[in-house]
């Protein structure tokens, strides 16, 4: 198998430092905003453990915040730009390897795992796309990265539509897209508790475990 040519140029994972007050707001309350910040980095921690399996010439993490102790060894750091999601969606895609297959995750779906990004074949599609069950979508890859800007710059997102309008935005734009597993995120504390059942081992279920009564369901 060694020599074969990697099925993706670029791997990317989008994430944001776990810091209390700044990551997974929504979850609190219940939780604390330091517990909130427990359960995202085992979130972030899953995440890219799962993406490391993913065949890729690059790995690149697309970050914002400090990203010391998450950089995984050998990958790439791309720093987010301020503005909207799609502004930042849309300069990672512009980081990834010019001309190579790219494929994104968010750091939301902690249960996703490396064979589901696989089903994307970038010589018989120039895009693929993962639902999100709240409406939204949780990875977008494209055969030539340089075809993201126009599909999804202006995209309203954090919507209970974003999903459907970027998928009309791919096929608009003629691209030939493959739908992806849909999955589960978590904005709210009740749906990362719904999500131990898809995600029963790993960190994000450590966290969610460990939190203490009354602040968390899983932790008795």
Not at 4 to 22: E, N
Not at 46 to 56: E, I, N, P, R, Y
Request: glycine residues 12%; charged residues 20%; contains cysteine.
């Amino acid at each position: 198998m060694t020599g074969l040519p990697r099925q993706f140029g670029t791997m990317i994972v989008l994430a944001k430092q776990p810091l209390p007050g700044r990551a997974k707001t929504r979850l609190t309350p219940p939780l604390r905003p330091e517990q909130a910040a427990g359960v995202a980095a085992g979130a972030l921690t899953d995440t890219l453990a799962a993406a490391a399996g993913v065949a890729a010439e690059t790995h690149l993490l697309a970050f914002e915040g400090d990203p010391d102790g998450w950089l995984p060894a050998g990958w790439r750091l791309h720093r987010q730009p301020t503005g909207t999601l799609d502004v930042r969606l849309v300069a990672a895609f512009a980081a990834a390897r010019p001309g190579r297959p790219a494929v994104l995750v968010g750091m939301d779906t902690p249960q996703f795992r490396a064979e589901q990004l696989a089903a994307f074949d970038p010589a018989r599609y120039d895009a693929c796309l993962g639902l999100a069950t709240d409406g939204g979508f949780w990875t977008i890859g494209f055969a030539d990265p340089a075809a993201a800007a126009p599909a999804i710059g202006g995209v309203p997102m954090s919507r209970a539509d974003t999903g459907e309008i970027q998928l009309a935005r791919l096929r608009e734009a003629g691209l030939r897209v493959r739908l992806l597993d849909e999955l589960s995120d978590f904005d709210t504390f009740d749906a990362a508790c719904a999500l131990l059942g898809q995600a029963p081992d790993g960190a994000f279920a450590q966290a969610m475990r460990l939190l203490p009564q009354p602040a968390g369901k899983p932790g008795g």
